[in-house]
């Protein structure tokens, strides 16, 4: 391994992340700070939590957004892009030499992040209870936190390197960014369980507690001691999870095949006309053929299963109420940009083609979106609601205003970028991210903030209201998409 | 050709595929060292496949690649790569670092002297882009990225030079200098495997010639051998199917 080599491709790619950027991917980025500066400085004011573990949270949370928005919306190459390993791979370079650059660059970009998060989390929290964090235990969390993402980071891009070696470039990437997105799902899921640990090393005291809660080995330690169904079933969980992942990095690109009857009974249920049934028809084929829809859709969808999952172990209701209604509000982002930035765009293009009326079809795209991807996640969230305990009554209300405010969200996503849609140039530039960013980081958060809000003050009605208000305005969006002709930018 | 020509690198019953498609179905030629070896080959025949896996850019399914006698494995192999020039098709190359910044980054890659970096910025002259230096090269049409990464390929002194379609965007000036410099590098001993569907192209540089047609190796020999029997064109036509292909292009004609 030689270390000139290494700097060089260090140096090329912090050369290509900061010169590389065309105008609207550098003001891309900088918005992705301010937002991350923003959800850190409201998580100190907004949920009214001011202490050490919701910095390291905000930290790790949006550390973990930011990698996943950062595939979601095309901007992967940051770290990992097909063009990259092609040319390497012609180049004297060695795997190892490869990866441990990559990793030199997450690893700044974990202290980057570190810094950007803290900063945006103490001013929160002095302005709101007049509180200067400690600074050995920021400045501890800081380098924990960094130590967690690089050192696991590092581990990963080792383990990817054995697993694929001699693979093709275009299935490393997919499968690494999938990898990654779980792989980050799993510090996140687990990111809260720190602040126990700064707790007792600030109290002098490590209890067992807190290491079974952050080390997944430790459950197989603790369940010696201390057999309980909770620890057999989060034991069971660390083994289901690798495995899960490791089925999910295996997935290829078989068709899959529907049975008749199933067809006939989406006819039956949905399709009125020939048009709708060729719409469906291509969202179906989407989810079903497209390699790059699957690899924007599965790995969120799961991690954001897995996480919440794992949570209805050691979180209250209320909490689980919370993350619940955020991903689902969540999964609004990952369905509209698994349908609007895959495939579906170049068959915008070519039904543009076709005497139809693209608004209607674009409305209708959205409603199967809707209806195949967010409506069964749903499901998924209410039976977790029930799995933790909560009566039906409780899961309901909260699972439905994920629904509508999710609803609402992929006609507002569509609006802000159709130009992404009609157009292979507006594609590739991007040109609506910076809306589209504002949309999924800032008023995502702000959407679910608000419930918390309703929930905690225990205002069903004002909730009901705001369900139905919610629901008239993404139907009224969607009926106005349909009506809608769009620009054809070319 | 050069006077002592060894074998430099040996593929043997090379195959690959991909799921069910099966690109390369067992090739076997041998590129000497002071020749210029002519692989030829209509569209997806598998000439770029060929190249990617002697280039280590892809793995092989099976088969043998042997470099001055020696079992290698093209994607790992350091001291291969270091030997080897590849010049890919796609012309894909940073195209955010400037035409400097690019000279540079091959000579730390490739640990070059400073010898190999004159050679470089005099080769940008020859093709008229010393201008360029400060500039991205993001803005390039396909033709001068070519030449650049021509450039680049040239200045690491490779033993084994692997041509991909190295022409098919230049300017009549440059695929003039491009094709002298190519014969020289011949000259001077290096192996040079030369891939085009452009059989006038091949005529011109090449000494012997490798045909290949979906995934097979149809036919090879020098060039005196082939052209002895008849022009290239014709033999290339004979050999990929002449009468399937006036079939063809009657067809094209009807419906059009």
């Known amino acids: 391994m030689s270390f000139k080599r290494i700097l060089t491709l260090f140096y090329k790619d912090i050369t290509l992340f900061f010169k590389g950027r065309r105008k609207i991917r550098r003001k891309a980025e900088i918005l992705y700070f301010i937002s991350l500066f923003v959800v850190a400085f409201f998580m100190a004011i907004l949920y009214r939590r001011v202490k050490v573990q919701t910095g390291i949270f905000a930290l790790t949370f949006t550390f973990f957004l930011y990698l996943l928005m950062s595939f979601i919306f095309e901007l992967k190459h940051f770290i990992f892009f097909e063009e990259d390993i092609r040319i390497v791979k012609r180049l004297p370079v060695l795997d190892k030499e490869y990866y441990t650059a990559k990793g030199l660059l997450i690893g700044l970009f974990g202290i980057i992040f570190t810094v950007v998060a803290f900063s945006g989390h103490s001013i929160g929290a002095y302005i709101w209870a007049r509180t200067i964090l400690p600074f050995y235990r920021v400045f501890f969390a800081l380098l924990l936190s960094t130590f967690f993402s690089v050192a696991f980071a590092m581990f990963i891009y080792a383990l990817l390197l054995r697993i694929f070696r001699g693979s093709d470039s275009a299935d490393v990437v997919a499968k690494i960014q999938i990898a990654l997105g779980i792989f980050f799902g799993l510090i996140f899921a687990f990111s809260p369980n720190l602040a126990p640990l700064l707790d007792a090393i600030d109290s002098g005291t490590v209890s067992t507690n807190v290491w079974f809660r952050i080390m997944p080995f430790a459950v197989f330690v603790d369940i010696t001691r201390h057999f309980s169904v909770g620890n057999l079933i989060a034991a069971a969980l660390y083994i289901v999870f690798p495995l899960l992942a490791a089925l999910l990095l295996g997935f290829n690109e078989k068709e899959t095949k529907k049975d008749d009857k199933v067809k006939e009974l989406e006819r039956f249920l949905l399709v009125k006309n020939r048009k709708k049934r060729g719409i469906y028809a291509l969202v179906l084929t989407h989810l079903a053929r497209s390699r790059i829809t699957k690899r924007t859709l599965i790995a969120p969808t799961i991690i954001n299963m897995v996480v919440l999952f794992l949570w209805s172990f050691n979180k209250d209701a209320r909490s689980i109420i919370f993350f619940g209604v955020w991903t689902l509000v969540f999964m609004s982002v990952i369905a509209s940009l698994g349908l609007f930035i895959s495939d579906s765009y170049k068959a915008a293009w070519m039904l543009k083609k076709a005497p139809l009326l693209n608004g209607d079809i674009i409305a209708m795209g959205l409603n199967a979106g809707f209806l195949y991807i967010v409506i069964p996640y749903g499901v998924f969230v209410l039976v977790v609601f029930l799995f933790k305990g909560i009566h039906l009554t409780n899961a309901i209300l909260p699972t439905i205003y994920g629904l509508v405010v999710s609803y609402f969200f992929m006609q507002l996503l569509l609006i802000v970028r159709p130009s992404m849609l009609f157009s292979r140039a507006g594609f590739e530039r991007g040109i609506n991210s910076l809306k589209e960013l504002f949309v999924s980081f800032v008023l995502v958060p702000m959407a679910a903030g608000f419930f918390n809000f309703l929930y905690k003050i225990h205002s069903f009605c004002f909730l009901k209201v705001t369900i139905v208000l919610f629901l008239v305005l993404g139907y009224l969006l969607n009926l106005y998409i349909s009506k809608k002709s769009f620009k054809l930018d070319n | ?256």
């Not at chain 2, 035409?99 to 002259?125: Q, S, T």
């Not at chain 2, 290096?190 to 891939?195: D, R």
């Not at chain 2, 012997?208 to 047609?213: L, P, Y």
Request: negative net charge.
């Open chain 2, 1 to 256: 050709m050069h006077s002592s020509s060894e074998s430099v690198l040996e593929v043997v019953n090379l195959k690959k595929s991909y799921g069910q498609f099966v690109a390369l179905r067992g090739v076997n030629f041998t590129l000497n060292s002071g020749e210029i070896l002519g692989y030829l080959g209509p569209n997806g025949a598998g000439k770029t496949t060929t190249l990617n896996i002697l280039g280590g850019v892809i793995t092989k399914t099976s088969g043998e690649i042997l470099f001055n006698g020696q079992l290698i494995e093209p994607t790992s192999d350091l001291n291969y790569k270091l030997k080897l020039g590849y010049l890919p098709e796609d012309a894909s190359i940073y195209e955010h670092f400037t035409v400097e910044e690019i000279v540079n980054f091959y000579y730390n890659i490739y640990g070059l002297d400073e010898k190999r970096k004159k050679v470089a910025y005099e080769l940008l002259e020859v093709f008229g882009l010393s201008d360029y230096l400060n500039r991205q090269i993001y803005g390039f049409s396909k033709g001068m990225k070519q030449k650049l990464l021509f450039i680049l390929t040239v200045m690491t002194d490779p033993e084994i030079l692997l041509l991909d379609e190295p022409l098919a965007s230049m300017d009549a000036e440059s695929t003039i200098i491009v094709r002298e410099i190519i014969k020289d590098l011949r000259n001077k001993g290096k192996a040079i495997l030369f891939s085009s569907h452009i059989l006038e192209v091949i005529e011109k540089v090449c000494d012997r010639v490798v045909i290949i047609d979906k995934g097979n190796v149809i036919a090879q020999g020098t060039m005196d051998e082939i052209m002895k029997m008849s022009t290239l064109e014709e033999f290339f036509t004979q050999l990929t199917g002449k009468d399937v292909l006036s079939e063809r292009v009657e067809k094209a004609k009807k419906l059009l």
